[in-house]
């Protein structure tokens, strides 16, 4: 397997300007949102580093499962995805939420379980 380190991630690598104990934190807002039938994402753009947005994407099972994922917007090298980690059949089972909207949160329900996503 591929495997990688701190110092090969970028990201981990910006992550650990910050000092161990400090009470600083790394605060993402979102700047775009966008829905489509089998996902929702959001771009997230921190104050200290505007030159490396992340894309939060989340994808909604029957049963009301989500599933969230944070991924680097231009990564030199894809994320590793641990599909083994995922209950057989998950990938299949992909359905439509209900969304609501708002100027500070968006609201997805499916099943009985709700996930409010709030900027």
């Known amino acids: 397997h591929d495997f990688r380190t701190c110092s090969s991630t970028s990201f981990c690598r910006r992550a650990r300007t910050v ?12 700047t775009e949102f966008s829905s489509a039938a089998d996902r929702v994402t ?12 992340l894309l939060l994407t989340v994808r909604t099972y029957h049963g009301g499962a989500f599933r969230v994922t944070i991924d680097e917007l231009q990564s ?17 089972t992909l359905v439509l939420p209900t ?3 708002s100027s500070t949160s968006v609201k997805l329900q499916s099943s009985s379980r709700t996930l409010v996503i709030t900027f």
């Open 19 to 30: 000092s161990e104990g400090s009470t600083a934190k790394i605060e993402y807002h979102v």
């Open 42 to 53: 959001a771009k997230l753009v921190s104050e200290l580093d505007r030159d490396h947005p």
């Open 76 to 92: 030199p090298r894809p994320r590793f995805q641990a599909s083994q980690a995922l209950v057989d059949g998950l990938e299949t």
């Open 99 to 101: 969304i609501e909207e």
